[in-house]
T-cell receptor, first 112, second 115 residues
């Protein structure tokens, strides 16, 4: 049973435009959410996170939005750059001794 | 200076062999993990150690045995390798185990191919 779902396996965006990557979760006990970026032949790299007490967190070109009632979060990248082309993983964790749960990832291609 | 490093990066071996993947972190974290990314691209946790103690063992065959000689190291030993063990194995670490604010940092991955 997938507790974290990224329903779009891939996304193509033109350079300079906004990239929006979506993530849905089913476990209402999750209270901390993270986005990781992964280049080929490398490990996932932490990008940005958000706690359930917030609905928005911004870091430069990256903004994560959390809609708890819809159990949905999204990552916005603006403006998108070719170097942003990678696989983006959404992840979630609850309090206590629970492990981080990952989505399947969305491959973003930013076209120059 | 790599924070989480694992070796080897690539490993091709025959069925039935025994192999180990080593992992070291220099972040001073208390918790280390092994994740597996299979052919379907899911990243799934296999093991977690906190202060050298096993915290999580996620229904992994007994052929997989983690060993943590100290907080900075978590090695993965695999006995009697099978074709289905072919995957990318990621080592990771975090300051705490679970909970809000706990960010996990990953190594570069070890690509295991069993032939």
């Amino acid at each position: 049973d997938q507790q974290v779902k990224q329903n779009s396996p891939s996304l193509s965006v033109q350079e300079g435009r906004i990239s929006i990557l979506n993530c849905d979760y089913t476990n209402s006990m999750f209270d901390y959410f993270l986005w990781y970026k992964k280049y080929p032949a490398e490990g996932p790299t932490f990008l940005i996170s958000i706690s359930s007490i917030k609905d928005k967190n911004e870091d430069g070109r990256f903004t994560v939005f959390l809609n708890k009632s819809a159990k949905h979060l999204s990552l916005h990248i603006v403006p998108s750059q070719p170097g942003d082309s990678a696989v983006y993983f959404c992840a979630a964790v609850g309090s206590g001794n629970t492990p981080l749960v990952f989505g399947k990832g969305t491959r973003l291609s930013v076209i120059a | 200076d790599t924070a989480v490093s694992q070796t080897p990066k690539y490993l091709v071996t025959q069925m039935g062999n025994d192999k180990s993947i080593k992992c070291e972190q220099n972040l001073g974290h208390d918790t280390m993990y092994w994740y597996k990314q299979d052919s379907k691209k899911f990243l799934k946790i296999m093991f977690s150690y906190n202060n050298k103690e096993l915290i999580i063992n996620e229904t992994v065959p007994n052929r997989f045995s983690p060993k943590s000689p100290d907080k900075a190291h978590l090695n993965l030993h695999i006995n009697s390798l099978e074709l289905g063990d072919s995957a990318v194995y990621f080592c990771a670490s975090s300051q705490l185990f679970g909970g809000s604010g706990n960010t996990i940092y990953f190594g570069e991955g070890s690509w295991l191919t069993v032939v």
